[in-house]
Nanobody, 124 residues
Framework: QVQLVESGGGLVQAGGSLRLSCAAS????????MAWFRQAPGKEREFVAF????????YYVDSVRGRFTVSRDNAKNTVYLQMNSLKPEETAVYHC?????????????????WGQGTQVTVYS
């Protein structure tokens, strides 16, 4: 089973960019489908992006499609989330999540391994 550690969060002005990373421990990273979720203060956790085990398939929530890009490097056991044109309402804690041999999934319940999250704050 992998363990996940996110990094790359921070403070950014609206319209700016950030690149989040999620580093996984363990040798079987390529056997996990990965996703990014976010949770804003006082709100439920929200699906953001999905990437398949070998990276050939991605999926995004409508609100970020065209601005965010999810990718992975299985040789480095890392998944990334490039976020461009950020908006203040996207201020949240961003979590990566893993799903063993999973297909496309956008529900929290489909993922059983989570990182601790990284804070992204977008100011106007």
């Amino acid at each position: 089973q992998v363990q996940l550690v996110e990094s790359g969060g921070g403070l950014v002005q609206a319209g700016g960019s950030l690149r989040l990373s999620c580093a996984a421990s363990g040798r079987t990273f390529s056997a996990y489908a990965m996703a990014w979720f976010r949770q804003a203060p006082g709100k439920e956790r929200e699906f953001v992006a999905f990437i398949s085990m070998n990276g050939d398939r991605t999926y995004y929530v409508d609100s970020v499609r065209g601005r965010f890009t999810v990718s992975r490097d299985n040789a480095k056991n890392t998944v990334y989330l490039q976020m461009n044109s950020l908006k203040p309402e996207e201020t949240a804690v961003y979590h990566c999540a893993a799903r063993f041999y999973g297909g496309l999934g956008s529900s929290e319940a489909q993922y059983d391994i989570w990182g601790q999250g990284t804070q992204v704050t977008v100011y106007s």
